[in-house]
């Protein structure tokens, strides 16, 4: 069946839920052809075992932006629009900066940066906005101490980062464009005086295999995957904490499995990023029972395969106490979050260190009267007030 479905219809949500128009369509078709705005045809993907398909098969199916632009693209910006074996060479040089073992030393900065944010809630005073003095400065902080970029320049990195994953007027070329402009302002200082941060590391030991707009582009990369997708993790997983008061309150005092198990179901149960980068087909192929063609575009929904009934039983409820699963909320396959980690370590650190400074938070207006983003790929909250 070929039905026109805006995209708003993929980027909407109840809430926290996705819609049940999504939930229904991945139920009746986990594998759809869709009629987009501009006369674009694509496939929508919702279906868990079909999309780990798609995404974990990097020879079917290119993330190349140039199948958008009709033009080759050998500099598209981040890790997210390339192929092998050009995405193979970034990626093997940032991934040992993203280990567990190697961000441990991030740990300590970490826990001084959330120590501060709940100083300026406190300051702020009941209420208080969690997005504004919680889940917004706090990944940008890290980001700035991974990557080198000075305090001053926050206000910019943040709203480079939230443009990108924006569905409005400026193209999505045109909102990379400026970043990769900013970004490459950066990397001229970096490589005049190499600072301690990922980018000079980057540039004293592969300088001589990296230009500045690659080095740009994966400073671009590491900001719109680690920043805006934080961010909407630290205010939407707070939001879904504190629906369970008791349990929100003994998470401040609760052991490093509890809270492992948390985060992984917030992961999970939230999928932030409602729909991977687009795939296009090389050549034809089966997925489930759905052949493609080639040459076709194909929209993993991440939010629809998160909640399949094929990952585990009841998934339209958030159970905190829940076995981990092999969720969507990072990707599958080559292109999986570099970040993950980084990502894991800062909100372990942060919900519990929430819970203990505020036992008694809640959110200060019913959820029907939050605002959230409803055009965003990244799914977040615009603000989020609340009292304790």
């Known amino acids: 069946m070929t039905e026109a479905l805006p995209i708003p219809l993929l980027l909407s ?60 693209s050998e500099d598209p910006g981040g890790l997210g629009m390339t192929d092998p074996p050009y995405h193979t060479k970034l990626r093997r040089l940032l991934t040992p900066e993203f280990t567990m073992r190697t961000l441990q030393r991030l740990r300590p900065r970490i826990e001084q940066i959330v120590q501060g944010q709940l100083d300026a809630i406190e300051a702020a005073g009941r209420p208080a906005d969690l997005v504004e003095h919680f ?125 492992h198990l948390a985060v992984e179901e917030l992961l999970r149960y939230l999928s932030v990023v409602q729909v991977a980068f687009p795939r296009f087909s090389r050549t034809p192929v089966r997925i489930g029972d759905v052949e493609i063609p080639a040459g076709q575009m194909v929209l993993v929904s991440l939010s629809g395969a998160d909640r399949d009934p094929a990952l585990g039983p009841d998934p339209e409820r958030f159970d905190p106490t829940r076995p981990a699963t092999s969720h969507l909320g990072f990707g599958y396959g080559i292109h999986r979050c570099v970040g993950a980690e980084l990502a894991r370590i800062e909100l372990r650190i942060a919900f519990p260190a929430l819970a203990r400074r505020f036992p008694t938070m809640r959110p200060a207006v019913p959820m029907a009267e939050l605002d959230f983003r409803q055009t965003s790929i990244v799914y977040s909250a615009v603000t989020m007030p609340v009292t304790w």
């Open 13 to 72: 949500r109840d809430g926290l839920d996705p819609i049940a128009e999504l939930r229904e369509r991945r139920t009746a078709e986990p594998v759809a052809k869709l009629e987009l705005p501009f006369g674009i045809v694509a496939w929508l993907v919702s279906g868990y075992d079909e999309a780990k398909q798609v995404l974990g098969d990097a020879t079917t199916f290119s993330n190349d932006i140039g199948n958008l632009t009709n033009e080759s």
């Open 135 to 259: 889940a917004m400065p706090i990944p940008s902080l890290v980001i700035c101490e991974l990557l080198g970029v000075p305090y001053g320049d926050r206000a910019e990195f943040q709203a480079l980062s939230t443009a990108r994953f924006e569905v409005g007027d400026e193209s999505p070329l045109d909102v990379i464009g400026t970043s990769l402009e900013y970004l490459g302002t950066l990397v001229e200082r970096e490589r005049a005086d190499p600072g301690e941060g990922l980018l000079g590391q980057l540039i004293r030991d592969h300088g001589d295999e990296l230009t500045d707009r690659e080095l740009a582009g994966l400073a671009d990369g590491i900001l719109t995957g680690g920043h805006e997708t934080t961010a909407a993790s630290l205010s939407l997983g707070a939001l879904a904490l504190l629906q369970s008061p008791d349990y929100f309150a003994a998470l401040g005092s609760a052991d490093e499995p509890t809270v």
